[in-house]
């Protein structure tokens, strides 16, 4: 990918994030190169949820999904659906946009908090933390960026190989769910 390189170049020079948008896709759909050489996707920044269930008997369980073979970063490992935000959109409204788009349901949330994660002061990855009534079963046929969904308890994530950007943040979502009045 050279061309990745001209782009990178660019944004050291001008001491700015260039914003390389795609020919496909919805209005935030595109690259954002970073000064110090990151890159991310989402020319607006992205967002992905979190959802989780609690059942009668108080078991706590969280859908993740696992990423698909064509993804860029993260091929295989379990993660949370999210992508680029589109111009205009809340993180929440992007992020279940994404889930939507990615996992084919539509369900009834209740959001317990957010956790923003900066790559620059222009660009923002946002894990939206939300609850859900009904456990949904998870889609046996999924959108080609995700190669299976499940739920799985804490510990149980704690096995699953994930995306390192996905852990890394963890801890934090654990802490706005537990510090949440609702548990």
């Known amino acids: 990918m050279d061309w990745h390189k001209q782009f990178a170049a660019e944004a050291a020079r001008k001491n700015q994030p260039v914003h390389v948008p795609v020919p496909w896709g919805g209005s935030g759909d595109g690259f954002v190169f970073f000064p110090d ?16 269930h609690v059942d009668e008997q108080g078991t706590e369980t969280f859908f993740l999904a696992q990423r698909g073979d064509n993804v860029e970063g993260g091929s295989s490992q379990w993660a949370l659906p999210g992508g680029a935000l589109e ?15 990615e996992i084919e ?21 946002t894990t939206v933390v939300v609850q859900v009534q009904d456990r949904f079963a998870p889609p046996t046929e999924l959108h080609w ?30 802490e706005i769910i537990d510090s949440h009045p609702s548990n």
């Open 105 to 125: 349901l539509d369900i009834e949330i209740i959001v317990l908090g957010h956790h923003a994660q900066h790559v620059h002061e222009t660009w923002a990855y």
């Open 87 to 101: 111009a205009g959109e809340t993180a929440v409204q992007g992020a279940m946009r994404e889930f939507q788009e």
């Open 37 to 52: 050489g990151q890159r991310r996707w989402g020319l607006n920044g992205a967002s992905g949820v979190l959802i989780r």
């Open 145 to 174: 960026e995700n190669q299976a969904a499940g739920w799985f308890t804490r510990d149980q994530i704690s096995e699953l190989e994930t995306y390192e950007a996905f852990a890394e943040v963890l801890p934090l979502l654990f």
